[in-house]
């Protein structure tokens, strides 16, 4: 098993940066990729990036390539999220995933998964 916990979410301006951190513990040594998925009220939730656990692979979702970047520090286990030039759009829960798989923008790809942090943007 994986544990994952986020931090680093919380109320920011538009055009704010923050930075989310997803620590990976357990059997880490199980995971192929992790990824970032997030939630706003009312909708479905979606894929924003992955990582290859180890190597150099990347994806993002349209809507935040140019302003976010996925990077993980495999000696602490963790993965984090870049988040620039936020806008009011990005509000959500941000959720951590891993993998025991593929890199995936599909959650059902996931095997763990991260209780949430939440993002809130203000205009």
């Known amino acids: 098993q994986v544990q994952l916990v986020e931090s680093g979410g919380g109320l920011v301006q538009a055009g704010a940066s923050l930075r989310l951190s997803c620590a990976a513990s357990?059997?880490?040594?199980?995971?192929?990729?992790a990824g970032w998925f997030r939630q706003a009220p009312g909708k479905e939730r979606e894929f924003v990036a992955a990582?290859?656990?180890?190597?150099?692979?990347?994806d993002y979702a349209d809507s935040v390539k140019g302003r976010f970047t996925i990077s993980r520090d495999n000696a602490k286990n963790t993965v984090y999220l870049q988040m620039n030039s936020l806008k009011p759009e990005d509000t959500a829960v941000y959720y951590c995933?891993?993998?025991?798989?593929?890199?995936?923008?599909?959650?059902?790809?996931?095997?763990?998964w991260g209780q949430g942090t939440q993002v809130t943007v203000s205009s």
């Open positions: 995933a891993g993998s025991r798989s593929r890199l995936s923008r599909s959650n059902l790809a996931y095997d763990y």
């Open positions: 357990g059997r880490t040594f199980s995971l192929y990729a």
């Open positions: 990582i290859r656990w180890s190597g150099s692979s990347t």
